[in-house]
């Protein structure tokens, strides 16, 4: 009997034949341009850079044969190699940002290896050149400084340096970068005032799928930062690299035992104390590494491991309207028609593990194996009361005016000086869902002679499983009085007494839920490089082609248990007072913004269900409707070169993408046709195969030892996200909703500009310009009448709501960073540093819209685009103790375009200011003590709606600050 195959290995099979046919082209390129070459001799030059005591190498150093103006960077173990260089004698020159530049005289000679070892140099800042905050960001910028293309770097060991819990917050303190929170921890990553949407997250260089079912974005506060190395954003892309990032690439490394030489282990303790609600929460990290001896190697061989645990217990305070308002011209006569008050109790848990292998099989070969795991719990409780406004309309004599059918007239909402009557839910939703991140990598590289060969193969999944759970349980009342509001931005109500009585609600509905999305994805990779002389300058031919499949899959099932009174529940047992908690403790529901009255408690209700059959209220329609299968499958080949002429290094190539596009869903369709009632329920899938071809290149150029321009103009590929291109299709009378899996991708055409100065020990300033030509960006548009009949069905339609691709959109852009350690000074002053950066950007897109059945146009901008974000930092450290306060700020941003037809109706979030705050006591060489603040400031997040328009609210939430001490114990 054949053994069944698995998914990974059906994919192996079918990529490397793909893989042979995929590399012919870029081979062909690369054969034509090899047989036109001379090689070089056979002798080469490797060693290894440590620091003066040699217990671990420095990576990022720039090694260079000065006559032949030939050069590389040390690896993250510190290693370098010059392979295949000409007889003779030469200059090797070994530059490193904060020590003094080493050269030696050498000499190559045929089939000879010579070895030449660096140590730091001896100088008077030595003692801080790999301990500190200051020495990890000198390490960042020496392997900036060495890139080909403009990236921004953060380590492992300053991650530790500020108070960032997870990824994304670590992130933010890098120059163009900023992120979007969720309950006031980071969890989206915005580029140079992009969305998370725009952006790529790789783990390993290998692609990481979301775990929400409508994104592409990655939340990576779901990836600890205990389990990093290295977080790089690479902001222009090179040909071998994934084209799908229009704002940047974020790449996450893991751990490696070659980063150490030897033993090494750290653990870190701590607990977090959340001013909100008064609790404490612990965590827990662990970091090891250990390099053995396989066969005749001598430390040939690492196992590094990581593993962090984080509960989380804390709360935050809503009041929102969703942009319910009528805004008037003349103000006092604006009406908000509906706010919700709603009251957040979270518990958030993190586990996250990291086992690494590698080999250094022989002199020519690395093996490697990297795996990351994830684990995000999220539980939260919502107790919220949404009031729904509205006036009865009176004669003159104060009497309620009757229509001809004898119903109360009414206006709806109330303006803010007046009271009225409001239809009153007290709602609760109680849900505990599960994001889940898995990422294996194994590869190599083999380098013998003229050649390097890299190999990689890729597996991650993403998974977010939501268990049977209360979606929404709601209780109404009716009021006829007395209901009013004040405030706009932060809007507390105004009620009598009886409306935070439980008795005066009865049960309506109780919806339940559960989902699980999947997101798979796939890869293998295959690089080459070849090194040659161009008319005797140096070039590195690099040729490639990479493979990846992806599958998305969605299934939720919902059930709604309304009507109860039919089947059997009276009208004392339909009152909400049966369904409050009953602890003292949590009786009274704790805002901030005023009384909300009793907490609802989810156990009374979910037993008040239990008996009841629940097939009967499964919602057979919202169910199949929210249930996808996409298949998205890329296969790319590229080829590129990079040539050194004098101080001018040239980086240009293409990479071509070819997309096969698959997606299967439901459509449900009821209307009525020719005098005929239609329901039907139907399968549908679609096709979208496309491809793009991406040019791109990159100048780097030296202006002495310290400074360098770069220049890159390179092309990007951005696919709409799941929701934009869901198959789904709901028709309800003359009303449509539907995805549209045939948007064309996003495609943007980028130049950067800059200049970098490397001053010395952790001192830096950089200037770039960038802009950024966009075609084909999605937005959400109601097509109305003018919606394509093969879409959605015969008959009359009124709405047609679903996405529709821009024609085009800019945005530009000014960033600035800089970084100055005041070693030169005397003591005491010589401990200080400061850091700072600053990105100015402005977009600009036209959207349509629909005005009298004639198209309309209107400008907005890019959602999540901030005109300016910036960070600072001033820090003091010596050999005992660091302090550091660091403020982050972003201006407002548009978050989303309710309806393109009114401006009224665009979301903005204000603007943001984050303090925080680090102080840490090194008790002993192996031992530190530190105190962190978070969000010192008691920043908020608040959301208006319409631009300029800030007294009317869209959402107001406030968090409070935090506090964590802990204790690190390292040993090297």
């Given at each position: 009997?054949?053994?069944?195959?698995?998914?990974?290995?059906?994919?192996?099979?079918?990529?490397?034949?793909?893989?042979?046919?995929?590399?012919?082209?870029?081979?062909?390129?690369?054969?034509?341009?090899?047989?036109?070459?001379?090689?070089?001799?056979?002798?080469?030059?490797s060693?290894?850079?440590?620091?003066?005591?040699?217990s671990?190498?420095?990576?990022?150093?720039?090694?260079?044969?000065?006559e032949?103006?030939?050069?590389?960077?040390?690896?993250?173990?510190?290693?370098?190699?010059?392979?295949?260089?000409?007889?003779?004698?030469?200059?090797?020159?070994?530059?490193?940002?904060?020590?003094d530049?080493?050269?030696r005289?050498?000499?190559?000679?045929?089939?000879?290896?010579?070895?030449?070892?660096?140590?730091?140099?001896?100088?008077?800042?030595?003692?801080?050149?790999?301990?500190?905050e200051?020495?990890?960001?000198?390490?960042?910028?020496n392997?900036?400084?060495?890139?080909?293309?403009?990236?921004?770097?953060?380590?492992?060991?300053?991650?530790?340096?500020?108070?960032?819990?997870?990824?994304?917050?670590a992130?933010?303190?890098?120059?163009?970068?900023?992120?979007?929170?969720?309950?006031?921890?980071?969890?989206?990553?915005?580029?140079?005032?992009?969305?998370?949407?725009?952006?790529?997250?790789?783990?390993?260089?290998?692609?990481?799928?979301?775990?929400?079912?409508?994104?592409?974005?990655?939340?990576?506060?779901?990836?600890?930062?205990?389990?990093?190395?290295?977080?790089?954003?690479?902001?222009?892309?090179?040909?071998?690299?994934?084209?799908?990032?229009?704002?940047?690439?974020?790449?996450?490394?893991?751990?490696?035992?070659?980063?150490?030489?030897?033993?090494?282990?750290?653990?870190?303790?701590?607990?977090?104390?959340?001013?909100?609600?008064?609790?404490?929460?612990?965590?827990?990290?662990?970091?090891?590494?250990?390099?053995?001896?396989?066969?005749?190697?001598?430390?040939?061989?690492?196992?590094?491991?990581?593993?962090?645990?984080?509960?989380?217990?804390?709360?935050?305070?809503?009041?929102?309207?969703?942009?319910?308002?009528?805004?008037?011209?003349?103000?006092a006569?604006?009406?908000?028609?509906?706010?919700?008050?709603?009251?957040?109790?979270?518990?958030?848990?993190?586990?996250?593990?990291?086992?690494?292998?590698?080999?250094?099989?022989?002199d020519?070969?690395?093996?490697?194996?990297?795996?990351?795991?994830?684990e995000?719990?999220?539980a939260?409780?919502?107790?919220?009361?949404v009031?729904e406004?509205y006036?009865?309309?009176?004669?003159?004599?104060?009497?309620?005016?009757?229509?001809?059918?004898?119903?109360e007239?009414?206006?709806?909402?109330?303006?803010?000086?007046?009271?009225?009557?409001?239809?009153?839910?007290?709602?609760?939703?109680?849900?505990?869902?599960?994001?889940?991140?898995?990422?294996?990598?194994?590869?190599?590289?083999?380098?013998?002679?003229?050649?390097?060969?890299?190999?990689?193969?890729?597996?991650s999944?993403?998974?977010?499983?939501?268990?049977?759970?209360?979606?929404?349980?709601?209780?109404?009342?009716?009021?006829?009085?007395?209901?009013?509001?004040?405030?706009?931005?932060?809007i507390?109500?105004?009620?009598?007494?009886?409306?935070y009585?439980?008795?005066?609600?009865?049960?309506?509905?109780?919806?339940?839920?559960?989902?699980?999305?999947?997101?798979?994805?796939n890869?293998?990779?295959?690089?080459?490089?070849?090194?040659?002389?161009?008319?005797?300058?140096?070039?590195?031919?690099?040729?490639?082609?990479?493979?990846s499949?992806?599958?998305?899959?969605s299934?939720?099932?919902?059930?709604?248990?309304?009507?109860?009174?039919?089947?059997?529940?009276?009208?004392?047992?339909?009152?909400?007072?049966?369904?409050?908690?009953?602890?003292?403790?949590?009786?009274?529901?704790?805002?901030?913004?005023?009384?909300?009255?009793?907490?609802?408690?989810?156990?009374?209700?979910?037993?008040?269900?239990?008996?009841?059959?629940?097939?009967?209220?499964h919602?057979?329609?919202?169910?199949?409707?929210?249930?996808?299968?996409?298949?998205?499958?890329?296969s790319?080949?590229?080829?590129?070169?990079?040539?050194?002429?004098?101080?001018?290094?040239?980086?240009?190539?293409?990479?071509?993408?070819?997309?096969?596009?698959t997606?299967?869903?439901?459509?449900?369709?009821?209307?009525?046709?020719?005098?005929?009632?239609?329901?039907?329920?139907?399968?549908?899938?679609?096709?979208n195969?496309?491809?793009?071809?991406?040019?791109s290149?990159?100048?780097?150029?030296?202006?002495?030892?310290?400074?360098?321009?770069?220049?890159?103009?390179?092309?990007?590929?951005?696919?709409?996200?799941?929701?934009?291109?869901?198959?789904?299709?709901?028709?309800?009378?003359?009303?449509?909703?539907?995805?549209?899996?045939?948007?064309?991708?996003?495609?943007?055409?980028?130049?950067?500009i800059?200049?970098?100065?490397?001053?010395?020990?952790?001192?830096?300033?950089?200037?770039?310009?960038?802009?950024?030509?966009?075609?084909?960006?999605?937005?959400?548009?109601?097509?109305?009448?003018?919606?394509?009949?093969?879409?959605?069905?015969?008959?009359?339609?009124?709405?047609?709501?679903?996405?529709?691709?821009?024609?085009?959109?800019?945005?530009?852009?000014?960033?600035?960073?800089?970084?100055?350690?005041?070693?030169?000074?005397?003591?005491?002053?010589?401990?200080?540093l400061?850091?700072?950066?600053?990105?100015?950007?402005?977009?600009?897109?036209?959207?349509?819209?629909?005005?009298?059945?004639?198209?309309?146009?209107?400008?907005?901008?890019?959602?999540s685009?901030?005109?300016?974000?910036?960070?600072?930092?001033?820090?003091?450290?010596?050999?005992?103790?660091?302090?550091?306060?660091?403020a982050?700020?972003?201006?407002?941003?548009?978050?989303?375009?309710?309806?393109?037809?009114?401006?009224?109706?665009?979301?903005?979030?204000?603007?943001?200011?984050?303090?925080?705050?680090?102080?840490?006591?090194?008790a002993?060489?192996?031992?530190?003590?530190?105190?962190?603040?978070?969000?010192?400031?008691?920043?908020?997040?608040?959301?208006?709606?319409?631009?300029?328009q800030?007294?009317?609210?869209f959402?107001?939430?406030?968090?409070?600050?935090?506090?964590?001490?802990?204790?690190?114990?390292?040993?090297?």
């Amino acid at each position: 009997m054949r053994a069944k195959k698995t998914p990974l290995a059906s994919f192996l099979q079918a990529s490397l034949q793909k893989l042979n046919a995929t590399t012919t082209h870029a081979a062909a390129i690369g054969a034509v341009t090899l047989l036109s070459q001379t090689a070089f001799a056979d002798g080469s030059v490797s060693g290894k850079l440590s620091d003066k005591s040699g217990s671990y190498g420095i990576e990022g150093a720039l090694v260079t044969v000065k006559e032949l103006n030939v050069q590389t960077s040390t690896n993250r173990d510190g290693r370098y190699n010059l392979p295949s260089l000409p007889n003779g004698e030469y200059t090797l020159e070994l530059s490193y940002v904060g020590a003094d530049t080493q050269t030696r005289a050498i000499a190559i000679t045929d089939n000879a290896i010579l070895v030449e070892h660096f140590t730091l140099s001896s100088n008077a800042t030595e003692h801080v050149l790999v301990i500190g905050e200051a020495a990890s960001l000198n390490k960042a910028l020496n392997k900036q400084r060495a890139s080909n293309n403009i990236v921004s770097i953060v380590n492992a060991d300053a991650i530790g340096n500020y108070p960032d819990a997870n990824t994304s917050e670590a992130l933010q303190r890098l120059p163009g970068v900023s992120v979007e929170n969720d309950q006031g921890e980071g969890r989206y990553v915005r580029i140079r005032g992009l969305g998370a949407n725009f952006n790529s997250v790789t783990i390993n260089g290998s692609k990481v799928p979301s775990p929400n079912a409508g994104e592409r974005a990655v939340a990576l506060d779901t990836v600890p930062s205990e389990l990093l190395e290295s977080l790089e954003v690479t902001k222009t892309l090179t040909p071998d690299m994934d084209a799908d990032s229009l704002g940047g690439t974020i790449n996450v490394k893991s751990l490696s035992a070659f980063d150490r030489d030897g033993r090494f282990y750290k653990a870190t303790l701590e607990t977090n104390f959340d001013e909100h609600t008064s609790q404490a929460s612990p965590k827990l990290s662990l970091t090891a590494s250990d390099l053995f001896s396989i066969g005749d190697g001598a430390d040939n061989f690492g196992v590094a491991g990581a593993l962090s645990w984080y509960e989380r217990k804390f709360g935050s305070d809503n009041v929102e309207t969703g942009g319910a308002w009528d805004v008037a011209d003349n103000a006092a006569d604006t009406r908000l028609e509906e706010f919700e008050q709603r009251d957040y109790t979270i518990s958030r848990e993190r586990l996250g593990a990291s086992l690494n292998f590698d080999y250094q099989a022989n002199d020519v070969t690395n093996l490697f194996l990297r795996t990351l795991y994830s684990e995000y719990t999220d539980a939260e409780e919502r107790q919220a009361n949404v009031i729904e406004m509205y006036q009865f309309e009176r004669d003159d004599l104060g009497d309620i005016v009757l229509d001809d059918e004898g119903d109360e007239e009414t206006n709806d909402g109330i303006p803010a000086s007046e009271t009225g009557a409001a239809t009153i839910a007290r709602e609760l939703k109680d849900r505990t869902e599960t994001m889940k991140i898995k990422s294996l990598v194994l590869g190599g590289k083999s380098e013998w002679d003229t050649w390097v060969i890299d190999y990689k193969l890729g597996a991650s999944q993403s998974s977010e499983h939501t268990p049977f759970h209360i979606d929404g349980a709601v209780f109404e009342a009716d009021f006829e009085e007395g209901i009013g509001y004040s405030a706009a931005k932060q809007i507390y109500l105004h009620a009598p007494a009886e409306v935070y009585a439980a008795e005066n609600y009865e049960l309506d509905e109780i919806a339940t839920a559960q989902q699980i999305t999947k997101d798979k994805e796939n890869n293998i990779q295959l690089d080459i490089t070849k090194r040659l002389q161009l008319a005797g300058n140096p070039l590195a031919l690099k040729w490639g082609a990479k493979l990846s499949q992806r599958e998305k899959t969605s299934d939720e099932e919902v059930w709604a248990y309304s009507n109860l009174d039919e089947v059997g529940f009276t009208d004392e047992q339909l009152l909400l007072s049966n369904y409050v908690a009953t602890n003292s403790g949590e009786a009274q529901i704790d805002y901030q913004f005023g009384p909300m009255g009793q907490a609802i408690a989810s156990r009374p209700l979910l037993n008040a269900i239990s008996p009841l059959d629940k097939s009967e209220y499964h919602e057979e329609i919202d169910s199949a409707i929210a249930d996808f299968t996409v298949n998205e499958d890329i296969s790319a080949a590229y080829v590129m070169g990079t040539l050194d002429v004098d101080k001018l290094r040239i980086l240009a190539g293409v990479r071509v993408e070819q997309t096969d596009f698959t997606a299967a869903g439901m459509h449900y369709n009821e209307y009525e046709d020719e005098g005929a009632e239609i329901e039907e329920l139907t399968a549908a899938s679609f096709n979208n195969d496309y491809s793009h071809t991406l040019p791109s290149l990159h100048l780097r150029y030296l202006i002495g030892e310290k400074v360098q321009l770069r220049a890159a103009w390179t092309n990007a590929v951005v696919r709409p996200t799941f929701e934009q291109l869901s198959p789904a299709k709901v028709r309800e009378g003359d009303e449509v909703e539907f995805g549209n899996p045939l948007l064309k991708p996003l495609e943007a055409s980028n130049l950067d500009i800059g200049i970098e100065y490397y001053g010395g020990f952790a001192s830096y300033f950089s200037a770039f310009v960038f802009s950024k030509d966009i075609e084909n960006f999605a937005y959400a548009i109601d097509l109305g009448a003018t919606a394509d009949a093969s879409l959605v069905g015969p008959g009359e339609i009124s709405e047609a709501n679903t996405f529709k691709n821009g024609d085009s959109a800019t945005l530009t852009g000014l960033e600035l960073a800089a970084s100055k350690q005041f070693s030169e000074l005397p003591a005491p002053w010589d401990g200080f540093l400061v850091s700072a950066n600053a990105t100015w950007t402005s977009s600009e897109a036209t959207i349509e819209y629909l005005d009298d059945e004639l198209f309309a146009q209107r400008d907005i901008h890019l959602p999540s685009q901030s005109d300016f974000s910036g960070n600072f930092a001033i820090g003091y450290e010596t050999e005992k103790f660091s302090l550091r306060v660091a403020a982050n700020y972003k201006s407002e941003y548009l978050l989303e375009v309710s309806d393109p037809a009114d401006a009224q109706g665009d979301a903005w979030v204000d603007a943001q200011t984050g303090i925080d705050f680090l102080a840490r006591w090194y008790a002993s060489e192996k031992v530190q003590v530190f105190v962190q603040g978070v969000n010192l400031g008691d920043q908020g997040y608040y959301v208006y709606s319409g631009e300029g328009q800030k007294d009317y609210n869209f959402q107001y939430e406030e968090y409070g600050p935090s506090f964590r001490l802990g204790v690190t114990i390292t040993d090297f």
